[in-house]
């Protein structure tokens, strides 16, 4: 395996992902590939030097997220052995919406690290487009409301850059990456503390910069809340008639964010509340992966 190519680094870097992070993801998928030595079958069947062209293909309808990181994916599997690397032709870009058959990008290089880096890049491609896809599904519900969907940190280890880089190809907004880029007050915080008033002060104090989000399970909650000085409150679990209350009550003093066990079918009622976000854990940790696959369309043999 080799480094990542500069013009992958820089594609990766230009859409806001970690080309070192991505580079992780990337090793350890194709280490899991290659744990026992190398890939037997291609070895076995394609002659040395041999070069080809595939196709990238959607199987099923959808929104594609992960078109660099699948560049990236044959970049890193390309031997210095191999000669020239993989080489990419894109036809649509992330965050379009494809039908079935569409071909989405062609790629073309050293077939055997074609076929051995195969599994991983439609693994990482599929998923993030499973992930795009229903994004956009929950945006398109709630069109028209002025409510926003957004992630949560229900993500695969060590796959959240990647899944919420895919939400936002979706028409989604992020909600915090880690523990420590904002504050989220939950009830067990706010147990823990005393109260949602003694929370939300401890956590002012520590990190007066930090945004901070506090959890509510009550109306009351919410009242105390704004009290204090909270700018942006999650109403947990809250009936649709609950949270119209909530945005009655704030009146603007605050952002409200929808979240617990929220439904599609259910999402324009909860956006026509007025809330400004539903929060959606299923966006990562229960999107379909988009059916895509690899067509090899041509070989060669490279003249020595």
């Not at 003694?198 to 399970?217: I, R």
Request: a negative charge; charged letters at 20%; hydrophobic letters at 45%.
């Amino acid at each position: 395996m080799t480094e990542l190519p500069r013009t992958i680094y820089a594609q990766l870097d230009s859409v806001g992902l970690d080309p070192v992070g991505v580079l992780r993801v990337i090793s350890a998928g194709l280490a899991e590939d290659l744990a026992d030595g190398p890939d037997v079958t291609t070895a076995a069947t394609i002659p040395p030097g041999t070069l080809g062209t595939a196709d990238i293909v959607a199987r099923r309808p959808g929104v594609i997220a992960g078109l660099n990181v699948a560049d990236a994916v044959f970049g890193l599997a390309t031997k210095p052995s191999d000669g020239d690397p993989v080489s990419s032709q894109h036809f649509i870009a992330d965050g379009d919406e494809v039908g079935a058959g569409t071909v989405l990008m062609t790629i073309t290089g050293p077939l055997a690290a074609i076929l051995t880096a195969e599994r991983t890049a439609l693994n990482l491609l599929g998923h993030m487009s499973g992930v795009a896809t229903l994004t956009r599904t929950w945006v398109d519900a709630v069109a028209g409301t002025g409510a926003q969907i957004r992630d949560t940190r229900k993500t695969l280890p060590g796959l959240r850059a990647l899944e919420k880089y895919a939400v936002r190809c979706g028409g989604g907004v992020n909600h915090r990456m880690s523990l420590s880029d904002a504050a989220l007050i939950k009830d067990n915080h706010v147990g823990a503390a005393g109260s949602v008033t003694a929370a939300f002060d401890a956590v002012g104090k520590m990190a007066p910069d930090l945004p901070v989000e506090v959890e509510c399970d009550t109306l009351e909650q919410v009242d105390e809340a704004v009290a204090a000085g909270a700018g942006l409150i999650l109403l947990d679990n809250f009936s649709v008639a609950c949270m119209a209350e909530a945005v009655r009550r704030t009146a603007g003093l605050a952002r409200l964010e929808a979240s617990g066990g929220l439904q599609l079918e259910d999402a324009a009622a909860v956006a026509a509340t007025g809330v400004d976000y539903l929060a959606v854990g299923a966006l990562t940790h229960s999107a379909p992966v988009l059916d895509i696959g690899l067509d090899l369309v041509g070989t060669k043999t490279e003249r020595s």
